[in-house]
């Protein structure tokens, strides 16, 4: 049995609640690693996408994760990060989208703590565009017409053979056609989609904890669009827009998260040069994956901690399953940005 395989299946034991690995061993077999955390909501009542995906944790699990993660790694901060010498096994927390739990909830938490976070934030949905992964996610389970454009839009994508999901496929253009046909009709759907999506950070909330030690601020895109979806322009305006407001926050930083994060669907080597030459120092992908030694000294890949682990010794074996389990991503050669 793969190694991988029989990590997965003690994970997914229940007796792995009762069976702790010793810290020291622990780290010893994490070795010489970096886990870059992924989190997105922290709320007792999360909107109905973020529970969809599993991207919410409740408050307390998050405070006992939190725990457990400085007790095992040295937690950085974004200029530890930068510099690239520290203990490890090491850790950074990162948060997605700019959700309100994560002032309300997390940050506090954190605080608390004295652990460092950084939240990739995208200006459109805390201005009050609809937010993009809630919108097309809505639209392809709920709109027939849209669902159809956006399956043949797929099939002429030469990446329409990969396993993504059909919305990571829509378009700012689609969608726009989607809505001129939706008449009287798109005013209840924008209403339907901010219900499922639930409250971005009122701006009020977001200054309130912006000049805080610990509070760190990077790019998610304006709009949370797909990088590998778009031209080349709207994707350097799309940096270019978001990081306009970014720099008026205090620890504002030149990072970038990729939106939805994907290998082969998400991005491309050409879409890191063209993100690097617009100033970003460092990016961010989403694969589940471990950054091992000097590796990946501007492309970093993250992990979401699954929201049901509560304990040590289930996160321990989570963490061992993902160390050897994992194949480190290839990167695709460099090409055009969209075809």
Not at 57 to 67: C, G, N, S, T
Not at 110 to 139: M, Y
Not at 276 to 299: C, D, I
């Amino acid at each position: 049995m793969p190694v991988s395989s029989l990590l997965r299946d003690i994970y997914r034991s229940s007796l792995v609640q009762d069976i702790d690995i010793p810290n020291a061993l622990f780290r010893s077999l994490l070795g010489n690693t970096t886990a870059v955390f992924l989190y997105h909501q922290v709320s007792e009542s999360p909107s109905p996408f973020y529970s969809q995906y599993d991207l919410n944790v409740l408050p307390w699990v998050f405070e006992r994760q939190i725990d457990i993660i400085g007790e095992l790694f040295h937690v950085l901060t974004p200029a530890e990060f930068l510099e690239g010498k520290f203990p490890r096994p090491a850790a950074l927390i990162t948060f997605d989208d700019g959700a309100s739990g994560y002032f309300h909830k997390a940050v506090p938490a954190l605080r608390e703590r004295g652990v460092p976070s950084i939240n990739f934030l995208n200006f459109g949905w805390l201005e009050g565009e609809l937010f993009w992964p809630a919108l097309v996610d809505w639209l392809e389970r709920n709109h027939p017409t849209f669902r159809e454009r956006l399956s043949r839009h797929r099939q002429g994508h030469s990446m329409r053979d990969c396993s993504a999901p059909d919305f990571l496929f829509a378009t700012p253009e689609l969608v726009e056609t989607c809505f001129k046909t939706l008449g009287g009709e798109a005013e209840r759907v924008m209403e339907a989609v901010r219900d499922y999506a639930g409250p971005a950070v009122a701006r009020e909330d977001l200054l309130a904890v912006a000049g805080e030690t610990g509070v760190f601020f990077g790019n998610h895109l304006y709009s949370h669009y797909n990088a590998r979806m778009l031209p080349n322009e709207q994707l350097m305006e799309e940096y270019r827009r978001n990081q306009a407001r970014l720099v008026q926050l205090p620890h504002s930083l030149d990072w970038l998260g990729y939106p939805f994060g994907q290998a082969g669907s998400c991005y491309t080597e050409y879409s890191h040069s063209i993100l690097k030459a617009m100033g970003a120092e460092r990016l961010f992908t989403s694969n589940g994956g471990l950054n091992r030694g000097s590796r990946g000294a501007w492309l970093w890949d993250r992990l979401v901690v699954p929201p049901t682990i509560e304990t040590a010794a289930a996160f321990k074996w989570w963490m061992l399953r993902t160390r050897f389990g994992q194949r480190f991503t290839s990167y695709q050669r460099p090409k055009r940005n969209a075809e």
